[in-house]
Structures are given as C-alpha cells and as structure tokens.
C-alpha cells in the first residue's frame, strides 16, 4: 500500500511552509503527496443554505485556487513528486484525522489561518497530533524552512512508546543522513556523590548504551550520540536541547500516561514549545 504523506493547507504561511515540509517528507520516502484542505460550510458542516438544497456544502473557488497554486509550485519544485490536492467537507482537524487512517505521515502546521502569536499550538494541530492514526509532523517555528541543519533528537525513559519514537528518529536520522542524539533527563542533585546520584547515572548510562547498542544493530551506518541531560524537567531540557536539532522526536505519550491522555506533558511541551519541527510518533493504523 503506498501510503501517501498528507498536508493540511489552509492557505495561512504557517501550512504553507508545511506543505513545503511534507513535499521534502515525500520525497525522501519516495511517497505521493497529498494536499487536503478540510472546509466548512459558513453555517456549520452540512448546513444547507435552503430547505431544498440537502448536498454537502460546495468548497470555495477561492480555496480550491489557493490549492492548485500550491501543488502546482510544489510540482515545479520537485518534478519528481506525485502531487494530488483535494478538498474535504468538513473540519480540517477531524479531515486529517480520518486521512490519517490511510497515509504515511501527516504534517500540519503549528499554527492555522487565523491563529493568535500567544496560542502556541492551533486547535487543528493539536487535534492531529492528539488522535492520528500515523505519525505527525508539527513545524515549528511557524516560519521554520526545510533546509534546517542540525542532527535528530529523541528523549529516551525506557517506556514503550520511547521505544517507538526511537525507532522513528533513526529511521528519519538514517533518511536525512544526519547524526542521532539519543537524550535522557536526569534531575540534577544536590550531592552528586550520594548514592542515589551515582545509582541515577548509572541507570542513564544503561539505558543510553542499550539504546545505542540497538540502533546501531539496525542501523550501522547511523552516527549516533548519548546525551545525558541534567535538569528539574524532562521537558524544559528538551525543549532546550531542540535548539540544536533538525528535528525532535517524541511518543504520543510518556512512562506512565494514561491511555486517555493522549499526548503526555513532554510530548505536549515540545509540540508547543521546541525550537525546531516536532515528529510525533504514533503507529500507524492498521487498514484491511
């Protein structure tokens, strides 16, 4: 099944540099691309305008040229790229979601048409990252071009879904031909030379060279680097870290989330937060 990368584009700068994102994206996986613009009716989604008129609401001619504009540049830039646009009736955030169900990656803006400079992360996109059914690429900054330079960063704390987003950055890592920074956080203490400091990076070191050892048997050809960083927060110290990477890569959620919550706290911090694009790792769906 091959899978396509889909973007949501809104015409806002915000998706547009993502379309630019998801088109790299394609490209390096060898996939199509997929540009879906989700709309709604001005009245709400299947609101008919008159008694007699039950259709769906007709998507706007101005959308539906934005969108062409978009894929034909997209096409000129990477002739090599299969690109579709499309649009879907309904609201983007739910339409990327069911386009999730069949697509390689979905990559969204960190901000839509219309979205405030204090909002941190849209409603759309936190929407996506929350409940997709593949992994999402969130761009940040806003304004964050493709030709970034900076290795792939992962945090690593044993849990399954760490297990997970590792295996998805050094895939991306080994695709992008970039270094792999594999980072744990480790709260910094008062006396480092207590036992319990001493048994914390222990427990660090461990569990970095079993990492290490594991995706350099999968990956040989892959630079890779343990970090360990000291900090109060798992989360601020990535956000941090982000600064120097292309890209970050965190699980949907951490050791002992909830199966309710569906992005844990590091995870949302970064989405919001890092200095860089943001790669949620979530497995794909499972299609018939």
């Known amino acids: 099944m091959n899978r396509p990368v889909v973007v949501g584009v809104d015409g806002s700068p915000a998706s547009l540099v993502a379309a630019e994102h998801g088109a790299r994206a394609a490209a390096l996986r060898s996939r199509p691309l997929h540009l879906v613009h989700g709309y709604l009716h001005p009245l709400g989604y299947g609101v008919p305008v008159n008694p007699y008129d039950l259709g769906l609401p007709e998507p706007s001619d101005e959308a539906r040229t934005m969108l062409e504009k978009t894929a034909a540049d997209l096409r000129g830039r990477w ?3 299969a690109v579709e646009a499309r649009q879907v009736a309904g609201g983007p955030g739910a339409t990327l979601v069911e386009e999730s169900r069949r697509a390689e990656l979905v990559v969204v803006g960190s901000r839509g048409l219309g979205g405030f400079a204090g909002l941190l992360l849209g409603s759309v996109s936190a929407q996506v990252a929350g409940h997709a059914h593949c992994p999402v690429l969130v761009v940040r900054p806003a304004d964050r071009q493709v030709a970034a330079v900076g290795p792939v960063l992962v945090g690593v704390d044993g849990s399954e879904l760490a297990e997970l987003a590792v295996g998805h950055a050094a895939e991306e890592a080994a695709r992008q031909g970039v270094p792999l920074v594999l980072a744990h956080v480790v709260a910094p203490d008062a006396h480092p030379v207590t036992e319990d400091a001493a048994g914390n990076d222990q427990v660090a070191d461990r569990l970095l060279a079993e990492t290490a050892a594991t995706v350099r048997q999968r990956h040989p050809e892959l630079a890779v680097t343990e970090r360990v960083l000291r900090a109060a927060e798992t989360a601020s110290a990535l956000v941090e870290a982000s600064a120097d990477a292309a890209l970050v890569v965190v699980g949907s959620r951490g050791r002992g989330g909830f199966a309710g919550l569906l992005l844990g706290s590091v995870s ?21």
């Open 268 to 288: 949302q911090a970064l989405v919001q937060h890092a200095r860089c694009p943001v790669l949620v790792a979530r497995p794909h769906a499972h299609t018939g």
């Open 79 to 81: 002739p090599e790229l």
